[in-house]
């Protein structure tokens, strides 16, 4: 977060500097860490669609049931969420989340490792059934693989 928008929301939300990290915290352990994509679902609200791009670079696509059960074969070995950064808006009713996933998978049946490495970004609204998430786009990073295209 820049500090002018850190300094700005802070004051209007008369926050310590502790406070704010607590907060921002408490959000990042609460919607990123540990997120499954089945418990996706549960942070998708019905008053607005979610976007996605995946880190395979295809078109983006709205997030429905649908797209959740594609098939796309992969079996992951390792998935690691780092460098999480959060920014709230002045208001604190939206949440921009930048981050990087690290892991690797194979693919079918094939026993050779895919290294997976992408950027990510995510916009999160606050509804009055808790945050929910409005758009993600993942784009391989330094060197390593996306998702395989389906």
Excluded: C
Aim: no cysteine.
């Amino acid at each position: 977060m820049n500090k002018t928008n850190k300094d700005k929301m802070l004051e209007l939300q008369n926050l310590t500097d502790k406070q704010f990290a607590a907060l921002k915290e408490y959000y990042v352990d609460t919607i990123v860490e540990g997120m499954s994509v089945k418990d996706l679902i549960y942070y998708v609200t019905e008053d607005m669609q979610l976007v996605a791009g995946d880190s395979n670079l295809q078109e983006f696509y709205e997030f429905t049931d649908e797209s959740l059960n594609r098939q796309n074969d992969v079996n992951w070995n390792s998935f690691d969420l780092r460098d999480i950064d959060v920014d709230f808006s002045p208001d604190m009713t939206m949440a921009i989340l930048t981050f990087y996933a690290d892991g690797s998978y194979t693919q079918g049946d094939s026993e050779d490792v895919v290294d997976y490495s992408t950027r990510a970004s995510a916009v999160w609204i606050a509804t009055d059934n808790g945050w929910k998430s409005v758009h993600a786009n993942w784009a391989p990073y330094g060197g390593g693989s996306g998702i395989p295209k389906n």
